[in-house]
């Protein structure tokens, strides 16, 4: 099955700081998600985004589906940005769950 | 806003207890997911329910089931629970398609002794 692999496993940023964080996929997929798990556990949906690049505040990602990679910009850290990142796919081949990366972990200091 | 809400935040069990963790959603959707989360082995998918009465086996289903009498509630059962089901239970709903963005509650962290 498709195989889906986060870059960097860990990551520590002082506050201010830019970050991009990597999620590349082994075959064409459906959609492409973003999640941020804080560090209390709770999961929250950042973008949905099969493909082109899409902004929201501080925080943008672009998926290139052709290459099979997805990019999640983390630009001016702050410490309420500490947490996991997970990147969640659809195969192409198979609709009906997501498939996940293990994550990114990152913690800024401030 | 969409809620999905979770019966317990911490829940200690024993050995062979039977284990109910619910999870309501408001928002009408369509699908529920149960996925327990460990460390290193990022979200697995238990099973999830696309309609009032449907299930499908996710990646580890073995020693769980579920029940969905109603469409905005889903059920996980651990029929005797074993210590290595201690983990993060995580639920989750989507609207329409079951790749639909997912919306999650705030986890129940299980420790079966």
């Keep these: 099955g498709i195989q889906v692999e986060q870059s960097p496993p860990d990551l520590i940023l002082q506050e201010g700081a830019n970050s991009t964080l990597r999620c590349n996929f082994s075959d064409s997929v459906n959609n492409l998600q973003w999640f941020h798990q804080n560090p209390w556990g709770q999961l929250i949906n950042l973008f949905y985004i099969p493909s082109g690049t899409k902004q929201n505040g501080r925080l943008s990602a672009t998926t290139v589906a052709t290459e099979r990679y997805s990019l999640l910009y983390i630009s001016s850290s702050q410490t309420t940005d500490s947490g996991v990142y997970f990147c969640a796919v659809v195969s192409a081949g198979n609709n009906r769950k997501l498939i996940w990366g293990l994550g990114t972990s990152l913690a800024v200091n401030p | ?113």
């Design chain 2, 1 to 113: 806003d969409v809620k999905v809400t979770q019966s317990s935040r911490y829940l200690v069990k024993r050995t062979g207890e039977k284990v109910f963790l619910e999870c309501v959603q408001d928002m009408d959707h369509e699908n529920m997911f149960w996925y327990r989360q460990d460390p290193g082995l990022g979200l697995r998918l238990i099973y999830f329910s696309y309609d009032v009465k449907m299930k499908e086996k996710g990646d580890i289903p073995e020693g769980y089931s579920v029940s969905r009498e109603k469409k905005e509630r889903f059920s996980l059962i651990l029929e005797s629970a074993s210590t290595n089901q201690t983990s993060m239970y995580l639920c989750a709903s989507s609207l329409n398609l079951p790749t639909d963005t997912q919306y999650f509650g705030p986890g129940t962290r299980l420790t079966v002794l």
